[in-house]
C-alpha cells in the first residue's frame, strides 16, 4: 500500500511538473537580461518596465480590458435571466436548453469563430469591437447560465417559501433571500467569463477588425518576430491575472450557502 501511495504521489507530480513546468520557465525567463539569447545573463526588470512604454500594447490592454468587462456584464444578465427562466419550464424543457448550452461548449473554437465572423459578414456588420463583444457574449453564456443553475439547484425551496409565507413579494424575495444565497456563483461566473474573455484568441481572431487587436492578438503578432523576454513578461502578467482570477472565482463557489 505503501509503494502504490508513492507512486500515486509521484505520477501526481509528474502531472503538476508537465502542466505548469513550461508556465514557470516562461516566467523565469521574463527577468531574463539576455534580449534574444535562450542564455542567462542576469536578472533585470527592464522588460516589464518596457510594457508600460509600449503605446501599442497599451492600446491592447485597453481594449482587452474593455471588451471583457462589457462581455461580462452583458453574458451575466443574459445568462441570469436564462438560468431563472429555465427554473420556471418543464423538466423536458430544461433538458433540451441544456443540452443546447452544452454544445457552444464543447465544439471547436475555430468553428464558432468562423461561424461568428460569417453571420456578422452575412448582417454586413463592420468587424471592430462590437463583433468582439458580441463574439465574447456568445461563448460566456452558457458558461454564466451552467454556474447559476448550479447552484440554484441547491438552494432550499423552503427558504423562498418561507419569505412568501412572511408576505414578501416575489421582488423581495429574489433581493433579499435569493440574490444573497446565489451572490457566490454570481462572482465566480463573472469572474470565470472575465477570464475567458481576456484569454480568448480564436473568437477575437475571426471577429476583430482594425482598431480591436487585444492583448492575445498582439502577442501573437510579436511572436513572429522572435520570442523575446517583454512577450514573456506579458505572458507571465496575464498568466497571473487568469490564474488569480480562477483561484478567486473557486473560493466563492466553495463558499456555503
Known sequence: MRRKAVGLRVVSLLAMLFLYGPILVLVAYSFNAAHLSMAWRGTTLKWYAALVHDEALLAATANSLVIAVVSTIGATVLGGLLAFGMEAMSPGRQRLLEGSLVLPLVIPEVMMGVALMLFFVLLKMPLGLTTVILGHIVFNIPLVTIMIRTRLRKLDPALREAAED????????????????????IWGAVLVAFTVSLDDFLVT????????????????????????????????LLVLVSMACVALSLHLQRREV
Open 205 to 236: 481572431f475571426f471577429t476583430a477588425g482594425p482598431g480591436a487587436t487585444t492583448l492575445p492578438l498582439k502577442v501573437y503578432s510579436m511572436i513572429k518576430s522572435g520570442v523575446t523576454p517583454e512577450i514573456n513578461a506579458l505572458s507571465a
Open 166 to 185: 412572511l408576505g414578501a413579494d416575489a421582488w423581495h424575495t429574489f433581493r433579499h433571500v435569493t440574490f444573497p444565497l446565489l451572490r457566490p456563483a
